[in-house]
């Protein structure tokens, strides 16, 4: 079946650009994360939803980081007034039912802000 | 809070050779433990997880790992690499008891295979 999607795979962005995220979880899956890969390290945790709620948005490391899932199945990750510290690679995950369900990742999307 | 670390940052190994990558994890409670694999321009694939049942977890691709709670140890093994394991190894905790969505990546191993 379908994996996780996300859209664009490559954006370049200038600095102080808005730009979205988009990610489309495997039908059906109740939870959705989103992760930060910088160049080199491992990815980092984001936010988590549950459906529509985000239960959790620890990670997002400034004002400027929002995520939405409005409907509880599509979720975009907005930032604002982007940064070059920004750059990375940002990782779409869903699971079945509770958070602890193994996570499948989408191909991520590859930000470089210039 | 939990952490894991990936102690070599590149392995190298001929085809045909075992691999070996090593993952020690330090966690407050009783962890999850997991290895995912990336390869180029894909996403990241679940290799394993261990969650509480057997110390020794068999998983796909003929790669295996051994918790070993007294060594705080995860290390994931295969007995013969094939090309096409040459990718990047991630190494993966989480808390069962709180906040146990919440997946803390090591920082990875590259392995390269030899022909």
């Known amino acids: 079946g379908a994996g996780v999607s996300q859209s664009p795979r490559y954006k370049v962005a200038k600095r102080g650009q808005d730009v979205a995220l988009r990610c489309d979880p495997i039908s059906g899956h109740v939870s959705l994360f989103w992760y930060q890969q910088a160049l080199g390290q491992g990815p980092e945790f984001l936010t988590y939803f549950q459906n529509e709620a985000q239960l959790d948005k620890s990670g997002l490391p400034s004002d400027r980081f929002f995520a939405e899932r409005p409907e509880g199945s599509v979720s975009t990750l907005k930032i604002q007034r982007t940064q070059q510290e920004d750059s990375a690679v940002y990782l779409c995950a869903s699971s079945l039912n509770r958070g602890t369900d193994t996570q499948y990742f989408g191909p991520g999307t590859r930000l470089t802000v210039l | 809070a939990q952490s894991v670390t990936q102690l070599d940052s590149h392995v190298s190994v001929s085809e045909g050779t075992p691999v070996l990558l090593r993952c020690n994890y330090s966690?407050?409670?009783?962890?999850?433990l997991f290895w995912y694999v990336q390869h180029p321009n894909k996403g990241l694939q679940l290799l394993l997880k261990y969650t509480s049942a057997a110390t020794l977890v068999k998983g796909i691709n003929g790669f295996e790992a051994e918790f070993k709670k007294s060594e705080t140890s995860f290390h994931l093994t295969k007995p013969s690499a094939h090309m096409s394991d040459a990718a990047e190894y991630f190494c993966?905790?989480?808390?069962?008891?709180?906040?146990?969505?919440?997946?803390?990546f090591g920082a990875g191993t590259t392995v390269t295979v030899r022909a």
């Open positions: 966690s407050s409670y009783s962890p999850s």
């Open positions: 993966v905790v989480s808390d069962r008891v709180s906040n146990d969505y919440k997946l803390s």
